[in-house]
């Protein structure tokens, strides 16, 4: 995809924020969207982003959505999202290991099979990305890179020279993303930034149940990155997963912190970092 092309599929918000907050993949996690959103209320954000992968790994596809209308998030595409517009067979997620692609079809199926069609409709209204003022500044989103949807921006393996040149291309000062799970942030330039949002939907394989988002604002001449630390009723998912039917080994996760499943597309220092 060409930049002319990303700038066609971009959204352009012309509302200056202060301070906004920005939730990675929600993944079914309606406890945690709603506790994330109220936080993020309760902090004086301006607005609220969802940044893609509205479905995927928890119960109840359908339930996240008056979250949403209730406080007004603005979300756009993630894979997940362009996935299910084009009734496709599959994520999209880009894995490449058969162990991730088994895990990942068998939570792909289950949110196709349990979205209701006038949620699954509303999907296509979701722009694939959004920039908008942070003060004097440009904040781009996108899911996985605003090249690709579905490409993993890691924190060990993306160059500060490949953000700077897209950001040139693009005319942005930060570069928010989700798509890897991992929350991470690096200043690629001087008073630039590249922010890996982090997910609502399981915990960022560090052994605690708890899960996250990132809060962004201009504060007295500078940016700010902040992710927040959202603690939630992760025991009442877990049953709920386990009435549903889903895999033992993404119950564990909510419980336990650590992944089990979808580990062999991480890089290794990213991977030695969790249990398995």
């Given at each position: 995809?060409?930049?002319?092309?990303?700038?066609?599929?971009?959204?352009?918000?012309?509302?200056?924020?202060?301070?906004?907050?920005?939730?990675?993949?929600?993944?079914?996690?309606?406890?945690?969207?709603?506790?994330?959103?109220?936080?993020?209320?309760?902090?004086?954000?301006?607005?609220?982003?969802?940044?893609?992968?509205?479905?995927?790994?928890?119960?109840?596809?359908?339930?996240?959505?008056?979250?949403?209308?209730?406080?007004?998030?603005?979300?756009?595409?993630?894979?997940?999202?362009?996935?299910?517009?084009?009734?496709?067979?599959?994520?999209?997620?880009?894995?490449?290991?058969?162990?991730?692609?088994?895990?990942?079809?068998?939570?792909?199926?289950?949110?196709?099979?349990?979205?209701?069609?006038?949620?699954?409709?509303?999907?296509?209204?979701?722009?694939?990305?959004?920039?908008?003022?942070?003060?004097?500044?440009?904040?781009?989103?996108?899911?996985?890179?605003?090249?690709?949807?579905?490409?993993?921006?890691?924190?060990?393996?993306?160059?500060?020279?490949?953000?700077?040149?897209?950001?040139?291309?693009?005319?942005?000062?930060?570069?928010?993303?989700?798509?890897?799970?991992?929350?991470?942030?690096?200043?690629?330039?001087?008073?630039?930034?590249?922010?890996?949002?982090?997910?609502?939907?399981?915990?960022?394989?560090?052994?605690?149940?708890?899960?996250?988002?990132?809060?962004?604002?201009?504060?007295?001449?500078?940016?700010?990155?902040?992710?927040?630390?959202?603690?939630?009723?992760?025991?009442?998912l877990a049953?709920?997963?386990?009435?549903?039917?889903?895999?033992?080994?993404?119950i564990e996760?909510?419980?336990?912190?650590?992944?089990?499943?979808?580990?062999e597309i991480?890089?290794?220092?990213?991977?030695?970092?969790?249990?398995?």
């Amino acid at each position: 995809m060409s930049y002319v092309d990303i700038l066609h599929i971009t959204e352009k918000v012309k509302t200056p924020f202060k301070k906004v907050a920005l939730f990675g993949g929600v993944y079914n996690n309606y406890l945690a969207l709603e506790k994330a959103c109220e936080m993020a209320v309760s902090h004086g954000c301006d607005a609220l982003f969802q940044l893609g992968d509205l479905g995927g790994f928890g119960p109840h596809p359908n339930r996240v959505f008056p979250i949403l209308e209730k406080y007004d998030v603005r979300c756009l595409q993630g894979n997940y999202e362009e996935s299910l517009i084009a009734n496709l067979k599959d994520c999209g997620c880009g894995y490449t290991h058969p162990k991730d692609n088994y895990y990942a079809q068998i939570s792909y199926d289950y949110t196709d099979q349990n979205l209701s069609v006038a949620h699954r409709n509303r999907l296509s209204g979701f722009p694939k990305q959004i920039q908008f003022p942070l003060g004097p500044l440009t904040v781009h989103l996108c899911h996985g890179s605003p090249r690709r949807i579905n490409e993993f921006l890691w924190e060990s393996t993306t160059a500060n020279g490949f953000v700077g040149a897209v950001a040139r291309d693009l005319k942005f000062d930060v570069l928010a993303c989700t798509h890897t799970g991992l929350p991470w942030r690096r200043e690629f330039e001087p008073g630039k930034w590249i922010v890996n949002v982090g997910v609502l939907g399981r915990p960022a394989n560090d052994g605690r149940p708890s899960v996250g988002y990132t809060e962004l604002s201009w504060d007295n001449g500078r940016i700010k990155t902040t992710y927040v630390d959202i603690s939630y009723e992760w025991s009442a998912l877990a049953g709920e997963m386990k009435k549903e039917k889903l895999p033992d080994e993404f119950i564990e996760t909510i419980i336990h912190g650590y992944w089990t499943t979808c580990l062999e597309i991480l890089p290794g220092k990213e991977r030695a970092r969790g249990l398995y």
